[in-house]
């Protein structure tokens, strides 16, 4: 079982600080939703752990499998099990999607994978997302609708198998059908021992997949956790109960550095 210790984390977006002292524990058996108004972390927290140069940690550690991978470059956490499903994927023109899944299931593998292995993994990857397969030949993203690519998010995720996916909106853009299936994928990753770290400001995705537990990020800080019963008093009633019951006074919005396609950025490097 991989376990992921998040301690005092503080992070900060050009000068300013987003992330201040978060303390979070989570294995790969377990779901937790992370929830909290916009503005106040959640996607920085994600951006964090999965290594994001554009979010400089100023204090705190992030251990992942029992390996402080604090200072990490983005490729060798996803090589260590890590995963994340980005809120705004990126297009990537003249980036041929199933070539660049072939390249990425190589890194993982430190070994060219077998073409045969290869086509099997991505055939299965593209049924039960319910893609279809002619899409592989396609540009990464490039004219994808916004559901489409998230649901391609989650292909990326079943070819290469982390320990712990960390989804960030991943229903934003779905129509029934698509939450139906990408929830059905992950219901099934769950049995298998799979963890997964979600964001969403909506209860429909929780109410079809299993919770463990609920963690509400406010300020830069976690206000509470509980279980499935958080989840639903937020959907409920909002976050105002926390000033009446917990004390917190909700910050104003504030705005962070959208997460960067780490390919993308590859590409403008050469």
Known sequence: MAILEIKNL????????????????ADSSETIALLGPNGNGKSTLLQTIMGNPN????????????????????????????F???????????????DFLKASLNAHQNRRVPLAIFYSVMNKAYARTEIPFEMAN?????????????????????????KIAM?????????VDAIQ????VIKEEQEKGKGFLIVSHYARL??????????????????????????????????????????V??????????????????LKAK
Not at 10 to 25: A, N
Not at 55 to 82: A, C, H, N, P
Request: aromatic content about 4%; charged content about 30%.
């Open 10 to 25: 503080h992070v900060s977006v050009k000068d300013k600080e987003i992330l201040k002292g978060v303390d979070l524990v």
């Open 55 to 82: 979010y400089v940690v100023t204090q705190g550690q992030i251990i992942f499998d029992g390996k402080d991978i604090t200072s990490l470059e983005v490729d060798e956490r996803s090589k260590l099990g890590l």
């Open 84 to 98: 994340l499903g980005m809120q705004y994927p990126s297009e990537v023109p003249g980036v041929n999607n199933s």
């Open 138 to 162: 396609r540009n990464l993203n490039e004219g994808f609708s916004g559901g489409e690519k998230k649901k391609n998010e989650i292909l990326q995720m079943l070819v290469l198998n982390p």
């Open 167 to 175: 989804l960030d909106e991943i229903d934003s853009g779905l129509d």
């Open 181 to 184: 299936t990408v929830s059905k």
């Open 206 to 247: 929780y109410d079809l997949i299993n919770v463990d537990r609920a963690i509400v990020l406010v300020n830069g800080k976690i206000a509470t956790e509980g279980d499935r019963s958080l989840i639903e008093k937020i959907d409920k009633e909002g976050y105002e109960w926390l000033k009446k019951e917990l004390g």
């Open 249 to 266: 006074e909700i910050e104003k919005e504030r705005q962070v550095v959208l997460g960067t396609c780490a390919t993308k950025e590859a």
